[in-house]
Structure formats: structure tokens, C-alpha cells
């Protein structure tokens, strides 16, 4: 059973930084792309960040530039590092995992199959 775990969420002023983590568990995880999410209160998710064979990225156009995702094989963990936090960052941010690699580090959250619980991060101004 395919078990993903993020942490690393919480409270920061603007200009602050976060580093969140997932851990994946049950699959082969460093041969599928993985990817951050995020769902701000009334709104829909939106793709943040993707991973391909720890190297190959995509970002929304909205943190590029400040954030930045990457892979541990050995620790079967990925990572986003959130720099330069704005309060328009705030919401619930899942991490996602995918049994495909057709269409590398896509940030379409239909092509996702494998989710985590979230973990909150919160920026005030």
C-alpha cells in the first residue's frame, strides 16, 4: 500500500521560509513523478511544484523563482523549499504521487493517483 507523509508546515511572517518534506512509502517511488499541491480556503488545488528522476522540474509560474523541489532516493523523500513566503501562499499543501511516467513532472492533479493527508502552511503579512 502506497503511504505518503508530509510535515514541515506552519506559521511564518511574509519573507519567511518553509521547508516541507513527504515520505514515501510502498512503491518504487524514485522511477514516478512526484509533485506539491496546494488548496487555499475556497478555492480549487493547484499544482505547485513537480519532480521527475530527481532532476527533471516543473513550477507554477506563481513560485518560480522561490520555491524548489527535489528528491531523496535514499531517504525515499521529497522536499519543497519555500523561500520569500507570501501571505497568498497560505493553504493546505499535499504532496502526490504518480504510477506513470508518461508526461514527466505534470502538474495536472488528475494524473495523480497516490495522495498525502497535507500539512498547513500559514503566512502572515
Known amino acids: 500500500q502506497v503511504q505518503l507523509v508530509e510535515s514541515g508546515g506552519g506559521s511564518v511572517q511574509s519573507g519567511g521560509s518553509l521547508k516541507l518534506s513527504c515520505v514515501a512509502s510502498g512503491y518504487t517511488y524514485t522511477t514516478y513523478p512526484m509533485a506539491w499541491f496546494r488548496q487555499a480556503p475556497g478555492k480549487e488545488r493547484e499544482g505547485v511544484a513537480a519532480i521527475f528522476s530527481e532532476s527533471t522540474t516543473n513550477y507554477a509560474d506563481s513560485v518560480k523563482g522561490r520555491f524548489t523541489i527535489s528528491q531523496d532516493s535514499a531517504r525515499n523523500t521529497a522536499y519543497l523549499q519555500m523561500n520569500e513566503l507570501k501571505p497568498e501562499d497560505t493553504a493546505m499543501y499535499y504532496c502526490?504521487?504518480?504510477?506513470?511516467?508518461?508526461?514527466?513532472?505534470?502538474?495536472?492533479?488528475?494524473?495523480?493517483?497516490?495522495w498525502g493527508q497535507g500539512t498547513q502552511v500559514t503566512v502572515s503579512a
Open positions: 502526490a504521487a504518480r504510477s506513470s511516467k508518461i508526461g514527466g513532472p505534470t502538474l495536472r492533479e488528475d494524473r495523480y493517483n497516490y
